[in-house]
RNA sequence: GGUCCGGUAGUUCAAUGGUUAGAGCACCGGCCUGUCACGUCGGAAGUUGCGGGUUCGAGUCCCGUCCGGACCGCCA
């Protein structure tokens, strides 16, 4: 037996860190080479480190044959000392230093070079090449950054909720039965069993009220539909909650403001560099996201585009850019929330209006155009669970484990669902959600 | 599933039906150089997605097929 060594549990030292160190400070640095500028007395290496681009001066009596070695992507380590600089890249997140190497090791060179040139600005590839090409694509500045983007939108998500009294769950994406209905549903072999993969954790988190009161979920639905467009993936990152002892569906948008809100600070202050480099415009959640029922968001639609859409019993993608447009222009808000979808259009578990009957307590939040979040108030009593269930030509009894919940008493509830990927391409205002996405999962698509 | 658009070098793109299909970047070699989308000279790099057809001649026109994209349906 021996014991692990505690000392080899190292952080690598913030970029933020590196530059309020003094002039001359002797530092290890590891990394990736990004690019190399060859001159007549070395090089200008930069490097790729957990947190962004430091450049480095490689002399060319640093270390023996190190400059005829030098590789693009090669993991290296680099001893020397800190200096200071001014560094007009603004791809490089360390601007007022770089590293002086006195020594090299080589802990890696690639077999091949990159497919593609990761030293450019910008990475002009096609989306299909940029995807095809993922491992090597996403090692590029600006790609990688707009997942830095999501992950901080997501750990923006996770710090606001456990701030306001919310457990995050994790429940199961193999499942007995769909929570959306329909033919949308991926078939899993499971054992000697047919089993579904999860659309959504609609049903575990609406059982889970009932012991955490207020919960929430970061993690993949799938969505076995095949559409083929700028905003469907058929494996995304759904950002929920379900929260319990609401008062109504507007308590649920309330929460959504304030958690955007929370989410949009997070996010300034974690990825100043990612928002920089991709020029990324933030938007400012107001106070109080403008809500429009359908039938004004129709009308609000129709007066813009001349068509009459009040006989749609949702909103076509044109209706949200034009409803987003409108409340950006008289509303000065990039949000707006759309109540009182027809109940034929809402799940089954979706609470009606009783004061508008036919409609639902639900409601779509737009941002930028698009369709980022579905919420609304849930059906928490057992007989009328059941009943919205018959009336949608479903047998409560395949419902059973469901229905457990109901029979055992629920507090009024509600919740939502926000499309990380959604949410992060229109933040950064990127064409395809697919760019948003580590490895996009489409129809057409299952590798990388 | 429907409609429309596209497929040329590793990559991004050019190329009236008419010489040997070109250029930028990447790659390889030389020169220069505290660079920062470095500069400069040269080199290599192609089954024009695939199959058939029309034509004296097809990357280009026609048909089929495969692959991809946009929009729609559906949804986050």
């Given at each position: 037996?021996?014991?692990?060594?505690?000392?080899?549990?190292?952080?690598?030292?913030?970029?933020?860190?590196?530059?309020?160190?003094?002039?001359?400070?002797?530092?290890?640095?590891?990394?990736?080479?990004?690019?190399?500028?060859?001159?007549?007395?070395?090089?200008?290496?930069?490097?790729?480190?957990?947190?962004?681009?430091?450049?480095?001066?490689?002399?060319?009596?640093?270390?023996?044959?190190?400059?005829?070695?030098?590789?693009?992507?090669?993991?290296?380590?680099?001893?020397?000392?800190?200096?200071?600089?001014?560094?007009?890249?603004?791809?490089?997140?360390?601007?007022?230093?770089?590293?002086?190497?006195?020594?090299?090791?080589?802990?890696?060179?690639?077999?091949?070079?990159?497919?593609?040139?990761?030293?450019?600005?910008?990475?002009?590839?096609?989306?299909?090449?940029?995807?095809?090409?993922?491992?090597?694509?996403?090692?590029?500045?600006?790609?990688?950054?707009?997942?830095?983007?999501?992950?901080?939108?997501?750990?923006?998500?996770?710090?606001?909720?456990?701030?306001?009294?919310?457990?995050?769950?994790?429940?199961?994406?193999?499942?007995?039965?769909?929570?959306?209905?329909?033919?949308?549903?991926?078939?899993?072999?499971?054992?000697?069993?047919?089993?579904?993969?999860?659309?959504?954790?609609?049903?575990?988190?609406?059982?889970?009220?009932?012991?955490?009161?207020?919960?929430?979920?970061?993690?993949?639905?799938?969505?076995?539909e095949p559409h083929q467009t700028s905003r469907h993936i058929n494996e995304y990152t759904s950002l929920d909650l379900e929260m319990g002892f609401i008062g109504g569906f507007a308590d649920i948008m309330a929460t959504e403001t304030a958690l955007l809100a929370s989410m949009m600070e997070h996010l300034r202050g974690a990825c100043s560099y990612e928002i920089d480099l991709l020029g990324a415009r933030l938007p400012a959640v107001p106070p109080s996201i403008p809500a429009v029922t359908l039938a004004e968001a129709h009308s609000i639609a129709g007066a813009a585009s001349g068509r009459d859409y009040s006989a749609e019993p949702d909103l076509e993608p044109e209706e949200e850019r034009l409803v987003c447009e409108h409340a950006s222009r008289e509303w000065e808000s990039e949000f707006v929330f759309v109540t009182h979808f027809p109940t034929s259009k809402r799940p089954f578990y979706t609470m009606d209006d009783p004061d508008n009957p036919g409609t639902t307590l639900g409601f779509d939040l737009l941002f930028r155009g698009l369709e980022v979040t579905t919420g609304g108030q849930r059906i928490h009593e057992y007989g009328m669970q059941v009943e919205k269930l018959k009336s949608f030509g479903l047998d409560p009894a395949d419902f059973d484990s469901y229905l457990m919940a109901h029979r055992a008493g629920l507090p009024p509830h509600g919740g939502l669902a926000i499309g990380l990927e959604r949410l992060t391409a229109r933040i950064l205002d990127i064409e395809n959600i697919r760019l948003a996405t580590m490895f996009p999962r489409d129809a057409k698509r299952l590798t990388p």
């Open positions: 037996m021996h014991r692990v060594d505690p000392s080899l549990s190292r952080i690598p030292v913030p970029s933020e860190e590196l530059a309020a160190l003094p002039d001359g400070t002797a530092v290890e640095l590891h990394g990736m080479v990004q690019r190399i500028r060859r001159l007549s007395w070395g090089a200008f290496v930069v490097l790729r480190r957990h947190d962004g681009l430091v450049q480095c001066v490689v002399p060319a009596e640093a270390a023996g044959d190190a400059m005829s070695r030098l590789r693009e992507e090669q993991s290296v380590l680099f001893r020397g000392t800190l200096r200071k600089a001014g560094i007009k890249d603004v791809s490089i997140r360390l601007r007022t230093a770089e590293l002086q190497v006195e020594g090299v090791e080589f802990l890696c060179t690639p077999d091949e070079p990159p497919s593609v040139d990761l030293t450019k600005k910008v990475l002009e590839l096609n989306l299909d090449t940029s995807l095809d090409l993922r491992p090597v694509s996403l090692r590029h500045p600006v790609e990688r950054a707009r997942l830095r983007i999501a992950d901080a939108l997501c750990h923006g998500f996770r710090q606001y909720l456990r701030s306001a009294g919310f457990t995050e769950i994790h429940t199961p994406k193999i499942c007995f039965a769909g929570a959306e209905g329909g033919a949308n549903i991926f078939k899993v072999q499971y054992f000697d069993r047919q089993a579904f993969l999860a659309q959504s954790p609609q049903f575990y988190k609406q059982m889970a009220v009932a012991f955490f009161e207020r919960v929430f979920e970061t993690g993949p639905v799938f969505r076995a």
